[in-house]
C-alpha cells in the first residue's frame, strides 16, 4: 500500500470504527434498527476487507474480528450450519480466513463446518462437489439462493477453495489432529 492516504487512511477508518465486541455494525442499524450489538453480515465485510488488503498490521483486528465471527457461530447449531452462506457469514470465505492465520481451529462450530466441506470431496470425480440443492445451501430464501451462491458451489470454485484450506490446515501448527485425519 505504502503511503498513499488513499489507500492507507480507509483501512485506518475501517479499523478505528470496530467496536469494543471485535465487529461492526452499520450506521443505518444503529439510527434504524437500534441494534446494539455488531451485526455478523457487516463484521464478515469488514474482515474480507482487512485480508485481502494483505498487510499484516491489520492482523491485531482481524484476530479480534474472527473472535467475534466464532462467538456468533458458537451460539448456532452446529447442524444448521452446514450451509454456505449462514445468518450474515459466507462461511467458506470465512475458514479459508480462519485457516489461513490458524485461528478458531480448536472450536467445536469451526471443526464442525471444516469436516463437513471436507466430507463434500468426491473421489470419481476428483474434486468436491455439492449435491443438495441450492436452496439448502443458504439460509437467504429461494431468490437469496440463486444469486447468493454464485461461484460459491460450482465444483470448480469449490475445488479451488477447499483446497486451499486445506492447505492451510496441513500447514498450520494449531489444526487439530481430528482434523488433520480427514485431509
Same mark, same amino acid.
Not at 434504524?32 to 457487516?42: A, I, M, V, Y
Not at 498490521?57 to 451460539?75: D, M, Q
Not at 470419481?124 to 462437489?129: E, L
Not at 470454485?157 to 484450506?165: A, G, S
Given at each position: ?8 487512511? #480507509? ?5 478505528? =470504527? ?5 465487529? =461492526? ?83 467445536? #462450530? ?5 469436516? =463437513? ?58 489444526? #487439530? ?7
Amino acid at each position: 500500500m505504502g503511503s498513499d492516504p488513499r489507500l492507507t487512511k #480507509p483501512f485506518d477508518l475501517l479499523v478505528a =470504527w470496530q467496536r469494543k465486541d471485535g465487529g =461492526w455494525v452499520l450506521q443505518k442499524h444503529l439510527e434504524e434498527r437500534f441494534k446494539t450489538r455488531s451485526c455478523p453480515s457487516s463484521s464478515h465485510g469488514a474482515a474480507v476487507a482487512l485480508y485481502q488488503s494483505g498487510h499484516r498490521e491489520y492482523e491485531p483486528a482481524l484476530r479480534k474480528v474472527f473472535s467475534f465471527l466464532i462467538g456468533h457461530l458458537t451460539l448456532k447449531d452446529p447442524q444448521e450450519m452446514c450451509r454456505f452462506i449462514f445468518r450474515g457469514h459466507n462461511l467458506l470465505q470465512e475458514m479459508l480466513m480462519f485457516s489461513d492465520l490458524g485461528i478458531g481451529l480448536d472450536t467445536q #462450530p469451526v471443526q464442525k463446518y471444516l469436516e =463437513w466441506l471436507l466430507s463434500l470431496y468426491n473421489p470419481q470425480r476428483g474434486c468436491f462437489h455439492y449435491s443438495g440443492s441450492m436452496q439448502d445451501a443458504t439460509d437467504l430464501g429461494p431468490g437469496g439462493a440463486k444469486y447468493g451462491l454464485f461461484q460459491l458451489i460450482d465444483d470448480e470454485w469449490l475445488t479451488y477453495r477447499i483446497t486451499r484450506i486445506a492447505a492451510n490446515l496441513m500447514r498450520s501448527s494449531s489444526t #487439530p489432529e481430528r482434523l488433520r485425519g480427514s485431509i
